[in-house]
């Protein structure tokens, strides 16, 4: 008993010597304020923690209020932290999330699909909210776009589809990292998309959209919707480790190849060719890139 004793001690301690380090932190710096560690301290801190520090640092206590309720505005999964028990966080992003899906269900094509790609761009640099999202919404989400992948075969679609969920893996936070084994279910089949039974026919999808973006016979698309395209693929292939990329160019040399004969073309509009070459360098190694490409690149330029 006397030892659970001396644990207790020691972890309330430990505790809050890490509480006292992240206030002593956020009210000496001179930038804006990130609450997310604060955020999770008190998460994981009893009351009578928090009170023992309070009672130990009271000069600190107004400095740090204001730091809190002026980042609010940046940090909102924190605004409990000062709220009322109460308090209702404001639940118009989910019901908007559901009218898009539903829209996506009804008519799946890019022009449905577009909004909710922006939607979680958006959300990259606030992932926190997205555990907001009620997780049934999410999971519509996921189940809806999922369909889609597997039902349609326009690659703009497809391609919008998995930059949806590129968007939703790379906002990943030290929370998820640290709690893989907790993510939710709809997470873990988005992730799957990204993983190592998935990712070849992710990359597989992703190569042949630049390639028909980079050719001539691309009637149908406009120079503009070929760049948008090339734009979102490498976001989709920033989401991929460089392992990975580098494997499914080794086993697919002659995709690689047709990659960037494509690319280097004569005739290629400009900007396409620049985004092309951009996408060119993420899963290509250096040692395998056409030699037209430091040329290209040095034309670039001088025509600046």
Not at 117 to 131: K, N
Not at 200 to 228: F, P, W
Request: one cysteine or more; proline letters at 5%.
């Amino acid at each position: 008993m006397e030892l659970n004793h001396e644990v207790l001690a020691a972890s309330m301690k430990d505790k809050l010597s890490r509480l006292g380090c992240e206030v002593e932190r956020l009210v000496t710096a001179q930038y804006a304020h990130s609450l997310q560690e604060l955020h999770e301290l008190v998460q994981h801190a009893s009351t009578a923690s928090l009170s023992s520090w309070a009672a130990q640092k009271p000069c600190q206590l107004g400095a740090l209020a204001h730091i809190v309720v002026d980042g609010l505005s940046r940090s909102s999964y924190a605004l409990h932290l000062v709220a009322p028990l109460d308090f209702v966080v404001p639940a118009f992003l989910p019901p908007f999330v559901t009218n898009l899906i539903n829209s996506t269900g009804d008519n799946p094509c890019a022009k449905s699909i577009w909004p909710l790609y922006q939607i979680m761009t958006g959300l990259q640099t606030a992932s926190i909210v997205l555990y907001e999202i009620p997780s049934e919404t999410m999971s519509s989400l996921q189940m809806e776009l999922t369909k889609t992948l597997r039902t349609l075969h326009d690659q703009t679609e497809n391609l919008l589809c998995l930059a949806t969920f590129g968007q939703i893996v790379s906002s990943n936070t030290a929370h998820d990292q640290n709690n893989q084994d907790q993510l939710p279910p709809w997470l873990q089949n988005i992730k799957y998309f990204f993983g190592p039974k998935r990712v070849l026919k992710t990359l597989e999808l992703v190569v042949l959209r630049v390639i028909l973006a980079c050719s001539s016979g691309c009637s149908n698309l406009t120079a503009q919707q070929s760049a948008r395209s090339i734009r979102i693929a490498i976001e989709i292939c920033d989401s991929v480790e460089q392992e990975q990329r580098e494997y499914w160019i080794s086993v697919n040399p002659s995709k690689a190849a047709k990659l960037c004969e494509k690319v280097t073309r004569n005739g290629i509009d400009r900007d396409v060719q620049i985004l092309g070459t951009t996408f060119l360098v993420s899963p290509v190694p250096a040692s395998a890139l056409p030699r037209s490409i430091p040329v290209i690149s040095v034309q670039w330029l001088l025509s600046e």
